[in-house]
């Protein structure tokens, strides 16, 4: 029982945090956290395929897409389209398209896991690193679609004035969720299933799982919560163009997923904390440097230097991420027990 | 023909190489069954045929009257097969628990919702086969390993682990691929205790692979000795290490020396 109070103060605790924050903090600290929230939602969905079902993919730029326009083009009033929509007419579809937030963002997140389900049928078909190919390319498709059909998107010129409804309760509580989905999948049988197809898919198919099953299971669960935290990004935001999700996005949450450990969930929120939050830290390097006096002059992107520096060294001393691909109750878990067996 | 289970005329082609030619043989229920024979006779490519990882070029397998050629791998299960690795494949980042809940996947019974809302059922489910898998891990003396890695233990527990997993999933038909395979004298003998106590306790038939004939001997109620893919021995153990057929499949024919 004492878990359960545990987990029960743990929660209670990052509630009073996001209350706190959305009242207390300035506009520029809030927003570093926001985005720290939109983060946590993306890589932890991401790691549920990347690390825990060991599936290589590239897909979040894609998903996330696809989430952020669903929920633009649903939150916009119909006569701010007509007004926005320069290139064409916006489709009579878009001018349809109209919900309150939470069925929009919902909406998002299931048209993402709709195009994760089709794109599963011919990927896990087969085994091998497939899946990063097509979702690589997928990426590029839904981008190059946003900017080759005005008529849904507006084009490169994307999507403005959308309503600012996502603010810290909306996005942290979704994280919150999200953190909280994830470990439930994690501990259940569905979760040893996804482990045991990354670890032996021969052995696991002896066991009687479907692993096609599984995958696409665990594939539709990441493309769901990427299209929810798109729609939060959309709506934070406010505006979206398609070079917001370019490659560089899955990029970054892999830096993040392979930081904190693939198959590690507590190890993503730690490691979603450190990179977001030390990018922002470290923006003190773009600026002018003066050291014992003598002015080094401001180097714009310096800051990614040191970054890249800290990232590496990190990698270096802890090869499989910072927890491995464990969850941290299991590392103290194991450390307690060593510590009794040594006294 | 009244086996329970039923290797018919089965042969095996990969590309030009015939791996299995015309093999027939039948298991009764509740007996140990040996096969037997030197590397590369096929023995491995039959175990894989049964369990559905491959299709035979020709012939069929029955289990219990029923046709099961060609099932799917993971299905076999469902069936009532379960199998061991000849190079053991645990679930390498996993624990011992979890390896052997794996082997329960289909014994709980709860949706993907229910285990992230954490409802009921969830809980029932999962409490049932954490028992059982104590229970099973108690029979194989590995319970101190629980939270353990699988690869921390020593290969003889391994074993047990990946028999223990198989166990797990409810078989009435257990393939073991050489258990004995890299086990000092004493696991050994252990081992055949286990698996004597399991076949009864589960009420099991069980369809072994050996080297160690010393082993055979003393486990298997018949044997098959396969060489080249084909059979050419049938019967008793004790038999079968006297045959000559079968002694000049393994140390070469010297008649024309």
């Avoid at chain 1, 926005?84 to 919902?106: E, G, N, R, W, Y």
């Avoid at chain 1, 590029?140 to 010129?157: D, H």
């Avoid at chain 1, 799982?209 to 934070?236: C, D, H, P, R, W």
């Avoid at chain 2, 229920?29 to 894989?48: D, Q, R, S, V, W």
Wanted: glycine share 8%; charged share 20%; hydrophobic share 50%.
């Amino acid at each position: 029982m004492s878990k359960l109070i545990r987990n029960l103060i743990l929660i209670a605790a990052t509630i009073a945090f996001i209350v706190w924050a959305q009242n207390n903090l300035e506009p520029y600290t809030l927003r570093i956290v926001n985005n720290i929230g939109i983060f946590l939602i993306l890589a932890l969905s991401y790691n549920l395929i990347n690390g825990v079902t060991g599936q290589f993919s590239l897909e979040p730029n894609g998903f996330v897409a696809i989430g952020a326009y669903f929920t633009a083009l649903m939150l916009i009033p119909p006569e701010v389209k007509l007004d926005m929509f320069a290139l064409t007419d916006p489709a009579p579809i878009v001018m349809k398209m109209h919900a309150s937030f939470l069925p929009a963002i919902l909406t998002g997140g299931i048209a993402a896991a709709f195009v994760a389900l089709l794109l599963s049928f011919p990927v896990f078909r087969v085994r091998g690193d497939y899946l990063a190919i097509v979702t690589l390319g997928f990426g590029f498709i839904i981008r190059i679609f946003a900017i080759n059909n005005p008529e849904y998107t507006n084009g490169a010129l994307g999507l403005n004035d959308i309503p600012q409804i996502a603010n810290l309760y909306w996005i942290g509580g979704i994280a919150l969720i999200t953190f909280i989905t994830m470990i439930h999948i994690i501990y259940s049988k569905y979760g040893r299933a996804m482990k045991s197809v990354r670890d032996d898919e021969d052995a696991a198919t002896a066991m009687g799982i479907n692993t096609f099953k599984i995958k696409t299971l665990a594939f539709m669960t990441s493309a769901f919560f990427e299209g929810v935290g798109g729609g939060l990004l959309a709506s934070y935001l406010s505006t979206i163009t398609p070079d917001q999700f370019s490659f560089l996005l899955t990029f970054q949450l892999l830096i993040i997923i392979v930081l904190g450990g693939l198959g590690s969930m507590t190890g993503t929120v730690v490691s979603t904390i450190l990179v977001m939050g030390g990018m922002e830290w470290l923006r003190f390097l773009d600026d002018d440097i003066t050291i014992f006096g003598y002015d080094f002059g401001a180097h714009p992107g310096l800051r990614m230097v040191v970054f890249s520096i800290l990232l590496i060294v990190m990698m270096l001393f802890a090869r499989e991420g910072l927890f491995g691909n464990k969850e941290l109750p299991d590392i103290l878990k194991k450390f307690k027990k060593l510590k009794k067996s040594k006294v | 023909m009244n086996g329970f289970l039923i290797v018919d005329h089965v042969t095996m082609d990969f590309g030009g190489v015939r791996a299995i030619d015309d093999l027939s043989f039948e298991v009764y229920k509740g007996e140990i069954y040996g096969l037997i024979g030197p590397n590369g006779a096929g023995k491995t490519t039959i175990f894989n045929i049964i369990t559905g990882n491959l299709k035979p070029t020709k012939g069929r397998i029955i289990l219990e009257g029923e046709d099961i050629t060609g099932i799917k791998p993971n299905e076999a299960v469902y069936k009532g097969i379960a199998r061991t690795f000849q190079n053991i494949r645990l679930f390498k980042s996993m624990s011992v628990l979890d390896n052997i809940l794996i082997g329960f996947d289909s014994k709980a019974k709860y949706s993907y919702f229910e285990a992230i809302l954490r409802l009921p059922r969830y809980f029932k489910y999962e409490k049932i086969i954490r028992e059982k898998a104590y229970e099973l891990m108690d029979i194989f003396g590995i319970r101190e390993f629980e939270d353990s890695l699988a690869t921390e233990l020593s290969y003889g527990n391994q074993r047990k682990v990946e028999i223990a997993r198989a166990l797990a999933t409810g078989p009435k038909l257990l393939l073991l691929d050489e258990p004995a395979a890299g086990m000092n004298p004493k696991e050994t003998a252990e081992l055949s205790d286990i698996i004597h106590k399991i076949k009864k306790d589960f009420d099991l038939t069980i369809l072994l692979i050996e080297h160690d004939m010393k082993f055979v001997n003393a486990m298997c109620d018949r044997v098959t000795v396969l060489d080249y893919g084909e059979k050419i021995f049938e019967g008793k153990p004790s038999e079968a290490i006297v045959n000559e057929k079968v002694i000049a499949a393994y140390l070469g024919d010297f008649s024309n020396a």
